[in-house]
């Protein structure tokens, strides 16, 4: 007898089949069921710091005016490294996916035009930044699990990274949020906090070294890109000094790649001053950051609002708090979201915009962003 995968009643699923996981190269979390929820990060924020709760796990939306999807859960299990995927998920019954694209909002040319109107906005105004966003819907017969969807990420992702969040505390009942991010919005651990932006891309070219080896060289030496990265860089330094004894930011980015991208990347680390702000509180402050919104916040925000269809959870962050206040944030950029019956799912992909931006090379940015996705469903 079958049943809806997601609902955790299948009889060949296993029973450890998680409803949160983040798969991290330098440690992951899983957990299942739920104690409590909040659509409210503030409020999980009180009963963090009142000692209410062992854990708070979930996704925070991209506009923090929406609800947030966090959960207090039931059973948590901890690891040192990244996860290993389960072998139902792998080689069992659970590890056939059939996908098919059925959609794009906008069209590619439609985005070019909101890339070329975008870029004009900026050189005539006091906007800096803007990052836009496209999205592709996608259906599945049979339905999909997203723990599927998952698994396949963490085994194709350079690094293992991956995570799922259930969007049900949201209003969202029954959808999930699946990804793969490289970037990590904010970790803290006891007094120390570090961040890893991600702004300035190039995609890889897999088959070829030398011509991947050209990209990054490439990306290295981009004015267009180090100016993207360096108002990204400059939002965490405001939110992180007031709050640091001392703060060390690397002079200049670094490259760092994923199995599809290139990009410039900085580590931030920090001292927190007593009394630390929890995880969660430093991911309220700090995200959206520059990154995934632009500069000012405000204006690109408007831009956005009016530019795009609603992102939902895209470009806002996913993670966990634990008792002791410590955590990690990642940037929710490389996902999809999974409707409540496994039938369909929306991926995003973005850019960031500057005066110096061409619009075709956007459009191939996203085009090469979305791949993390789409290689994962067979697309």
């Not at 339905?143 to 963490?154: E, H, K, N, S």
């Not at 939002?235 to 709050?243: E, F, G």
């Amino acid at each position: 007898m079958s049943s809806n995968p997601l609902t955790g009643t299948g009889v060949n699923r296993p029973a450890s089949a998680p409803d949160f996981l983040l798969s991290r190269a330098d440690g992951s979390v899983r957990t299942q069921g739920a104690d409590r929820t909040f659509s409210d990060a503030w409020q999980a924020i009180d009963a963090i710091e009142r000692g209410e709760v062992e854990m708070v796990v979930g996704a925070l939306p991209f506009d923090q005016d929406c609800p947030a999807a966090l959960t207090v859960p039931q059973t948590i299990i901890r690891e040192p490294g990244p996860l290993e995927p389960h072998p139902y998920y792998r080689v069992g019954p659970g590890s056939q996916i059939n996908a098919m694209l059925i959609d794009v909002d906008p069209s590619p040319e439609e985005h070019l035009s909101r890339v070329e109107a975008a870029v004009s906005t900026i050189r005539s105004s006091l906007l800096d930044k803007v990052v836009l966003a496209r999205a592709v819907d996608i259906a599945f017969d049979p339905p999909v699990d997203p723990r599927l969807v998952a698994a396949r990420l963490i085994d194709l992702s350079y690094t293992h990274d991956g995570f799922i969040a259930d969007l049900t505390p949201a209003g969202r009942v029954g959808h999930f949020l699946v990804g793969s991010s490289p970037e990590v919005v904010v970790r803290r651990r006891g007094n120390t906090v570090t961040s890893f932006p991600l702004a300035g891309s190039a995609a890889r070219v897999p088959n070829d070294p030398v011509a991947d080896r050209a990209a990054a060289a490439s990306l290295a030496g981009s004015k267009k890109d180090f100016d993207e990265h360096r108002f990204v860089v400059e939002h965490i330094r405001d939110v992180l000094a007031p709050l640091c004894t001392e703060l060390e930011i690397a002079q200049r980015p670094v490259l760092e790649k994923t199995s599809e991208m290139w990009h410039l990347a900085t580590p931030i680390k920090g001292t927190l001053k007593n009394p630390s702000p929890t995880a969660l509180d430093l991911a309220l402050r700090l995200y959206p950051t520059p990154a995934v919104c632009g500069t000012p916040s405000s204006a690109a925000e408007a831009l956005i609002t009016t530019a795009e269809s609603d992102r939902g959870f895209y470009a806002g962050a996913v993670g966990y708090t634990d008792a002791a206040g410590d955590g990690e944030y990642m940037v929710a950029i490389r996902c999809a979201e999974v409707n409540a019956d496994g039938t369909r799912a929306r991926a995003w992909a973005g850019g960031g915009l500057t005066a110096d931006s061409d619009p075709q090379a956007e459009l191939d940015e996203t085009t090469a962003k979305l791949r993390t996705i789409m290689r994962a469903l067979g697309l």
